[in-house]
């Protein structure tokens, strides 16, 4: 899409409009080019002053304590919270995705949306029911449970309502934290809920399972039991640790790909059924409308995405030179393939670096080298899936360099599938960034 044509594989020569580089242009060379101008524009010679010892290095540091703490420096590295005096209602904790970098997520920085606080349950007196459509009814205790095989898989979980922010009728001047944060990635470890399906021994006219949490709201949503054989998981480890308490300890359930709603923490219940059970949350807050006013009875996947990280607002350019746009893509459909990259608002595009490999329904990073020469630019990204499909979400086909791309299913849903999802970052000549729309 308006790409041209590179003088090589590490060519420095624009591939897309307003400067983006082929995204092999650094392989090689990468601190001549960053050298050269803007981010390497700090490196001085070592032979420019003398090497002296700082006041840190000249006494003893502190104790090593049991549990890691991270440095001072990195205190604004905190999640922001919308109900930070715990009033009785929803409370939402955003993952500072500006700050980090890489595809896991810190478990401390992960999002969480909870609607009656963080319950202080008892791992020893906590009890998984799994009954109704079954053979046999039973109890298992963590205990119990840990004695099953374990599975782990690094995916995202996102809230249905992650970047509602973009419905704004003018771009909302906040960083991703704000736009994006109710999506987070982590590694999670537990027993795949098929395995304890087949030790209750379902009946083959169910078709749903309603899995229910431990904690006040008792949230409880119908998943439907093709998923629940699939890749469900009762997870017990997070990034190789117990549980954190707001993400579900001791145990939760994961629906890889699917809204956040749908993996219910604290999870105590699961009852199987031959029909899905239309609950309180599902029929009153899951339910999009669309604009007929019709609504959708059910929508699970969360579908392909991306958006730039770095630079975004709340950075600034420092001088005109080469700098690395970098970001997050992931799909709920599958794994992602393809990023593209826009400096001009979408008039010509250029293949980013996917860090790799990438994984199944999980954030992947990507990359792309930028020569900014001090004029205004538009930053956004647009990825595709190994099915086809393309951010934004489309009622058309599209077609981007000979390759058909098939439009996701739901052009008009609630929550992250926004129609308008591509994320722009305006940059003026003074190197300021600002949210807009184009």
């Given at each position: 899409m308006g790409a041209s044509k590179s003088r090589g594989s590490g060519s420095d020569e624009p591939v897309a409009g307003n400067g983006l580089l082929h995204r092999r242009a650094l392989l090689g060379k990468g601190l001549m080019i960053a050298g050269a101008a803007g981010v390497g524009a700090g490196v001085t010679g070592a032979a420019a002053e003398p090497l002296k010892d700082d006041e840190w290095s000249a006494h003893q540091g502190k104790t090593v304590q049991p549990i890691g703490v991270r440095s001072k420096f990195e205190d604004n590295t905190v999640r922001v919270l919308s109900n930070p005096k715990g009033e009785p209602r929803t409370q939402h904790a955003r993952t500072p995705h500006h700050l980090l970098n890489g595809t896991i997520t810190p478990s401390h920085l992960h999002f969480t949306i909870l609607h009656n606080g963080i319950p202080d349950i008892d791992p020893d007196k906590h009890r998984?029911?799994?009954?109704?459509?079954?053979?046999?009814p039973m109890v298992f205790t963590m205990d119990r449970l840990m004695r099953y095989p374990m599975v782990t898989r690094q995916t995202f979980v996102e809230c249905g309502g992650n970047s509602a922010l973009m419905f704004s009728n003018e771009p909302v001047q906040q960083t991703l934290q704000y736009l994006h944060g109710v999506c987070s990635n982590s590694e999670w470890t537990g027993v795949l809920l098929s395995t304890l399906l087949d030790e209750v021994g379902v009946d083959p006219k169910a078709k749903w399972a309603l899995p229910e949490g431990a904690d006040t709201a008792a949230l409880t949503r119908s998943v439907p039991l093709t998923k629940a054989w699939d890749d469900a998981i009762v997870v017990l480890y997070q990034n190789g640790q117990r549980l954190m308490a707001e993400q579900g300890y001791p145990m939760r359930l994961l629906l890889p790909g699917w809204e956040g709603n749908m993996n219910i923490k604290y999870v105590r219940r699961i009852k199987i059924t031959d029909q899905p059970a239309m609950t309180y949350y599902e029929a009153r807050n899951y339910s999009p409308l669309l604009p007929d006013l019709k609504a959708y009875k059910f929508y699970f996947v969360n579908e392909v995405k991306s958006f730039i990280t770095h630079p975004s607002f709340g950075t600034k350019l420092t001088e005109p030179g080469y700098y690395e746009i970098s970001g997050i893509a992931y799909s709920g459909s599958g794994?992602?393939?393809?990023?593209?990259?826009?400096?001009?608002?979408?008039?010509?595009?250029?293949?980013?670096?996917?860090?790799?490999?990438?994984?199944?329904?999980?954030?992947?990073?990507?990359?792309?080298?930028?020569?900014?020469?001090?004029?205004?630019?538009?930053?956004t990204s647009r990825a595709v899936d190994d099915g086809g499909n393309i951010q934004p979400l489309r009622a058309d086909f599209i077609k981007t360099r000979g390759q058909s791309l098939k439009p996701v299913a739901n052009p008009m849903a609630f929550g992250n599938n926004h129609y308008n999802s591509l994320t722009c970052w305006g940059i003026n000549s003074k190197g300021e960034i600002a949210h807009v729309y184009v």
């Amino acid at each position: 899409m308006g790409a041209s044509k590179s003088r090589g594989s590490g060519s420095d020569e624009p591939v897309a409009g307003n400067g983006l580089l082929h995204r092999r242009a650094l392989l090689g060379k990468g601190l001549m080019i960053a050298g050269a101008a803007g981010v390497g524009a700090g490196v001085t010679g070592a032979a420019a002053e003398p090497l002296k010892d700082d006041e840190w290095s000249a006494h003893q540091g502190k104790t090593v304590q049991p549990i890691g703490v991270r440095s001072k420096f990195e205190d604004n590295t905190v999640r922001v919270l919308s109900n930070p005096k715990g009033e009785p209602r929803t409370q939402h904790a955003r993952t500072p995705h500006h700050l980090l970098n890489g595809t896991i997520t810190p478990s401390h920085l992960h999002f969480t949306i909870l609607h009656n606080g963080i319950p202080d349950i008892d791992p020893d007196k906590h009890r998984l029911v799994i009954h109704g459509m079954v053979k046999q009814p039973m109890v298992f205790t963590m205990d119990r449970l840990m004695r099953y095989p374990m599975v782990t898989r690094q995916t995202f979980v996102e809230c249905g309502g992650n970047s509602a922010l973009m419905f704004s009728n003018e771009p909302v001047q906040q960083t991703l934290q704000y736009l994006h944060g109710v999506c987070s990635n982590s590694e999670w470890t537990g027993v795949l809920l098929s395995t304890l399906l087949d030790e209750v021994g379902v009946d083959p006219k169910a078709k749903w399972a309603l899995p229910e949490g431990a904690d006040t709201a008792a949230l409880t949503r119908s998943v439907p039991l093709t998923k629940a054989w699939d890749d469900a998981i009762v997870v017990l480890y997070q990034n190789g640790q117990r549980l954190m308490a707001e993400q579900g300890y001791p145990m939760r359930l994961l629906l890889p790909g699917w809204e956040g709603n749908m993996n219910i923490k604290y999870v105590r219940r699961i009852k199987i059924t031959d029909q899905p059970a239309m609950t309180y949350y599902e029929a009153r807050n899951y339910s999009p409308l669309l604009p007929d006013l019709k609504a959708y009875k059910f929508y699970f996947v969360n579908e392909v995405k991306s958006f730039i990280t770095h630079p975004s607002f709340g950075t600034k350019l420092t001088e005109p030179g080469y700098y690395e746009i970098s970001g997050i893509a992931y799909s709920g459909s599958g794994t992602i393939k393809r990023v593209m990259v826009s400096a001009d608002g979408g008039q010509s595009w250029a293949d980013a670096a996917i860090q790799g490999p990438a994984q199944d329904k999980a954030f992947t990073r990507f990359h792309l080298p930028w020569r900014w020469d001090g004029q205004p630019a538009i930053l956004t990204s647009r990825a595709v899936d190994d099915g086809g499909n393309i951010q934004p979400l489309r009622a058309d086909f599209i077609k981007t360099r000979g390759q058909s791309l098939k439009p996701v299913a739901n052009p008009m849903a609630f929550g992250n599938n926004h129609y308008n999802s591509l994320t722009c970052w305006g940059i003026n000549s003074k190197g300021e960034i600002a949210h807009v729309y184009v």
